[in-house]
C-alpha cells in the first residue's frame, strides 16, 4: 500500500497478552462490521506466544482476516519502568517497525479496548509526507494539563497538545529512517523517574513535533469525558452524534465496560457488540 494512495489492505497492529484476547475480538468483530469485505492484516506484537494463539487465529479466519503473530521477546525493554497498568509490552509499539515485515509502508495501532463505530479507511490513507504518526490529543482537560505534561517531559517545544498513543497511525518508512533503538533506550533511561504513561511519553517527548494532530471526537472518542465533549460542543456531540461520526470510541482508564458496576454512558454499546462478538465465536 502506497501512502496517500488507494488502498489494497489494511495493516491493524495490536499489543496484547492472553488476559485480552476477549477485548481484541470485541475491537475485530466492530471493525468487521463497519469495514465489510475490505482486506485487513492483522498483526499482534506479543511478549511470547500467547496461549490461545489458535483461538485468536480461528476467529480472524473467520472475519476473513489475515492473522500474523509478532513474538518480540522479554529483553528489549527490560529495564524500563513498568507498573501493573503499564508493563513492558506498553513500549512495543515504539520499536513495531523492527519487527513488523520490511515491506509494509504503514500500520494502524489500536488499543484493544476500542470500538469501531465507522469506516476508517480515509483515515488509513490520508497523505503523511514526512510526519513520523498520526494521532489525537485529548485536550478535554485544556490548557493546564498540556504545560504539566511538557514541564514534566520537559519538552516546551512541543507545539500540540499531549498525545493519545491509543489509536495511532504509522508511516513506517519514515519512522525507520528516522526513530533509533537507541535514542528512545536513553530518553527512558534519563527521564524514568517522570514517565507515568510511559510509552506515549516517549513518543511525545521525543517525536511531537512529527505528529498530525487527528480530532480526538471522531479519531479517539474518550468515553471518560463523555460530559467535557458535550460540554466542548455547545451538546451537540451525544449518543446520536457519536454513532454517527465517531469512528473509535475508546475505553481508556482503569473503568472498563466489560467489568462489573461499569456506568458509562456507552455500557450498553459496549456490552451489545460483546455479545454480538461472543455469538461470532459459537457460529466459528
Known amino acids: 500500500m502506497k501512502g496517500g494512495g488507494e488502498v489494497q489492505e489494511l495493516n491493524l497492529l495490536f499489543v496484547i497478552d492472553d ?3 476477549d477485548q481484541l475480538k470485541v475491537t475485530l468483530y466492530s471493525i468487521q462490521q463497519e469495514l465489510g469485505e475490505k482486506k485487513v492484516a492483522i498483526y499482534l506484537m506479543q511478549k511470547e506466544s500467547l496461549a490461545r494463539e489458535e483461538e485468536l487465529a480461528t476467529y480472524c479466519q473467520g472475519l476473513g482476516y489475515s492473522y500474523h503473530p509478532v513474538v518480540v521477546g522479554n529483553q ?3 529495564d524500563a519502568p513498568t507498573t501493573d497498568r503499564y508493563p513492558d509490552t506498553i513500549y512495543y509499539r515504539l520499536l513495531a517497525q523492527e519487527f513488523l515485515p520490511q515491506d509494509l509502508e504503514r500500520i494502524l495501532y489500536l488499543d484493544a479496548d476500542i470500538l469501531c463505530l465507522n ?4 483515515l488509513y490513507q490520508m497523505e503523511m509526507g514526512t510526519a513520523l504518526y ?6 478535554a482537560d485544556g490548557d493546564i494539563l498540556d504545560f504539566v505534561n511538557k514541564l514534566r ?15 495511532l497511525l504509522m508511516n513506517l518508512t519514515a519512522i525507520r529512517e528516522a526513530v533509533e533503538r537507541q535514542a528512545i533506550l536513553d530518553y527512558i533511561a534519563k527521564n524514568k523517574n517522570f514517565l ?10 521525543l517525536y511531537a513535533d512529527r505528529v498530525l494532530a487527528l480530532p480526538d471526537e471522531i479519531y479517539n472518542y474518550d468515553a471518560r469525558y463523555s460530559m467535557l465533549y458535550q460540554a466542548r460542543s455547545n451538546n451537540q456531540w451525544d449518543l446520536d452524534w457519536v454513532i454517527a461520526n465517531t469512528v473509535f470510541l475508546h475505553f481508556a482508564g482503569r473503568d472498563k465496560p466489560w467489568k462489573a458496576g461499569y456506568r ?3 455500557a450498553g454499546l459496549y456490552k451489545y457488540m460483546a455479545k454480538k462478538a461472543r455469538e461470532r465465536v ?3
Open 264 to 266: 458509562s454512558r456507552y
Open 19 to 21: 488476559g485480552y484476547v
Open 76 to 78: 528489549i525493554f527490560k
Open 196 to 205: 507515568i504513561l510511559p510509552d506515549q511519553d516517549v513518543l511525545n517527548g
Open 134 to 139: 498520526a494521532a489525537a490529543s485529548h485536550n
Open 282 to 284: 459459537d457460529r466459528v
Open 153 to 167: 517531559l520537559q519538552n516546551f517545544e512541543m507545539e500540540s497538545s499531549y498525545f493519545n498513543t491509543g489509536v
Open 119 to 122: 469506516d476508517f479507511t480515509s
